[in-house]
């Protein structure tokens, strides 16, 4: 993710990306303190919302099973403030045995749940759905559970929901925590699973969703389009956007299918900023190795985010970013290569837990400076230094890079500060800094191809900068990753 800048004139300081975007969160207290309601027969105990114990977001998630597959499908009716018509179909694969199965859901109304087939008991408990089939299911059982359901694009009260309404439709914006607003999920990042989209949208719209197309099938007024990813995601990288959009097509670096997804009205504004990602995907390769998905492309969404955010294949994009005259040409591209690291570092290699969300926004900061250097001549040196300017006092508001403080109470995407964008990228040019460029280089392309479709922690991290440069790098790390004060800056002893 990436906040946009409000006023585009001075986009050199880091300060301008972290401004919050407009949306408002629910307190989560309030939330948990008004939905538990039983809607068939329930266990003995109360149900209860459960959580895989992420530090900064402990009900997210949900343990004793591990999703292998989602298959969505959503009928939309052509407004978009009206809820739309939905089945999610999830498989997976127990880890416990369970007598009941928590699904992270809490904004839209279920109608019918089964389990293999049968009809399952289910009730809401704070933001979970939790399910309580016929019989209890053992460990290592492979189980289909089938959710008919609502999926409602109006947000609740006070709190963004991960559906975006844009001028023409819908689009999805899922980080960090929202995906189970749209649909029932495991909704944590360490537990990635393939997915099936199916839209149904009536006659002159276009449905596109993350992974590539399967089938077009019409019917009526109505069109189904259908989507499968060929790599395993995470909930909170979803897409689905719902549009009078134009699909371009052209080919990226060895073949790639490169496919965007702009407003049909708008195509001729944004066809220049566009044909631009073929060379963009290339100079990240050069990089750090080949692309890792199967398509690459840009949803430019025609609505007010606040953010850009790079769901897998297919990242979301205000289109005022490219239309408004105020942004400098170089510093858009830099942020279209923001999204697209973030394809190798954060979706590719996912977080194993929110509190490693700088090795995502440390690295897509990185690059994006990097890109803004060669490209446009913008000292990555300037930018690392007014960092190291600044770090102390973005440590103490918002935590060191690998520690982040909680979000703010009603707004969990304050998480994304700059402690976790500049101050990370700071991390690692430390890091280039203290093994050198070419060792630092050979971790960057390990790190990708090692954990690549998996996810990683911070001591994953650590503990191969350590295996290739030679040398425990755990004391160094430990300063720069969870202390309160930035450590002095190698090679650097004027900063
Ligand atoms: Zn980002």
């Given at each position: 993710m990436l906040h946009t800048p409000r006023t585009p004139h001075t986009p050199h300081s880091p300060a301008r990306r972290t401004?919050?975007?407009?949306?408002?969160?629910?307190?989560?207290?309030?939330?948990?303190?008004?939905?538990?309601?039983?809607?068939?027969?329930?266990?003995?105990?109360?149900?209860?919302?459960?959580?895989?114990?992420?530090?900064?977001?402990?009900?997210?998630?949900?343990?004793?099973?591990?999703v292998v597959a989602y298959d969505l499908s959503f009928t939309y009716s052509g407004s978009n403030s009206e809820p739309l018509k939905a089945v999610t179909v999830i498989v997976a694969r127990t880890t416990a045995d369970l007598e009941r199965i928590n699904l992270d859901f809490a904004h839209g109304?279920?109608?019918?749940?089964?389990?293999?087939?049968?009809?399952?008991?289910?009730?809401?408990?704070?933001?979970?759905?939790?399910?309580?089939?016929?019989?209890?299911?053992?460990?290592?059982?492979?189980?289909r559970i089938t959710v008919r359901h609502s999926s409602d694009p109006v947000p609740p009260e006070n709190r963004g929901g991960g559906w975006v309404r844009t001028a023409d439709g819908l689009a999805m914006a899922n980080?960090?925590?929202?995906?189970?607003?749209?649909?029932?999920?495991?909704?944590?990042?360490?537990?990635?699973?393939?997915?099936?989209?199916?839209?149904?949208?009536?006659?002159?719209?276009?449905?596109?969703?993350?992974?590539?197309?399967?089938?077009?099938?019409?019917?009526?007024?109505?069109?189904?389009?259908?989507?499968?990813?060929?790599?395993?995601?995470?909930?909170?990288?979803?897409?689905?956007?719902?549009?009078?959009?134009?699909?371009?097509?052209?080919?990226?670096?060895?073949?790639?299918?490169?496919?965007?997804?702009?407003?049909?009205?708008?195509?001729?504004?944004?066809?220049?900023?566009?044909?631009?990602?073929?060379g963009q995907i290339a100079w990240m390769e050069q990089r750090v190795g080949r692309y890792p998905f199967e398509t690459y492309g840009l949803l430019m969404a025609d609505a007010t985010t606040g953010f850009e955010l790079e769901t897998q294949t297919l990242s979301l994009f205000e289109r005022e970013l490219f239309t408004e005259p105020g942004y400098p040409e170089w510093y858009v591209e830099s942020i279209m290569v923001h999204e697209l690291a973030h394809q190798w570092f954060g979706n590719s290699v996912g977080p194993a837990t929110w509190s490693d969300l700088w090795l995502n926004e440390g690295h897509a900061t990185w690059y994006e400076a990097l890109y803004a250097q060669e490209r446009a001549d913008k000292s990555l040196e300037a930018r690392m230094k007014a960092a190291y300017g600044a770090s102390d006092r973005w440590r103490a508001a918002g935590g060191p890079p690998a520690a982040p403080k909680p979000p703010d109470?009603?707004?969990?995407?304050?998480?994304?500060?700059?402690?976790?964008?500049?101050?990370?990228?700071?991390?690692?040019?430390?890091?280039?800094?203290?093994?050198?460029?070419?060792?630092?280089?050979?971790?960057e392309r390990e790190w990708v191809s090692r954990h690549r479709d998996g996810t990683a922690t911070t001591a994953d991290f650590v503990r191969l900068a350590s295996e290739i440069s030679g040398r425990d790098l755990g004391d160094f790390f430990q300063a720069w990753l969870y202390g309160e004060k930035t450590p002095p800056m190698p090679g650097h002893p004027d900063w």
């Open positions: 401004r919050a975007p407009a949306r408002r969160r629910l307190r989560a207290a309030a939330l948990l303190a008004s939905a538990v309601s039983v809607c068939l027969v329930a266990a003995s105990a109360p149900p209860a919302p459960l959580g895989v114990g992420d530090r900064l977001f402990p009900h997210l998630g949900n343990p004793g099973y591990d109304k279920v109608d019918s749940v089964e389990v293999d087939g049968e009809p399952a008991a289910f009730a809401t408990a704070g933001e979970d759905l939790v399910v309580t089939p016929g019989g209890a299911l053992d460990e290592g059982e492979r189980t980080q960090a925590d929202v995906a189970h607003l749209v649909f029932p999920c495991n909704d944590h990042p360490s537990d990635k699973a393939r997915f099936t989209f199916r839209v149904t949208a009536p006659d002159g719209l276009t449905a596109v969703a993350n992974g590539l197309p399967t089938g077009v099938d019409r019917a009526g007024a109505t069109t189904t389009w259908t989507y499968r990813t060929g790599h395993p995601m995470a909930t909170e990288l979803a897409q689905v956007s719902i549009g009078r959009s134009t699909v371009l097509h052209r080919a990226g670096p060895h073949g790639l299918p490169v496919r965007d997804v702009v407003p049909t009205k708008h195509r001729a504004a944004l066809e220049p900023w566009l044909e631009k990602t073929p109470p009603g707004n969990k995407i304050s998480i994304f500060r700059p402690n976790v964008y500049d101050g990370a990228a700071l991390v690692l040019y430390a890091l280039r800094q203290e093994i050198g460029r070419p060792v630092f280089e050979r971790v």
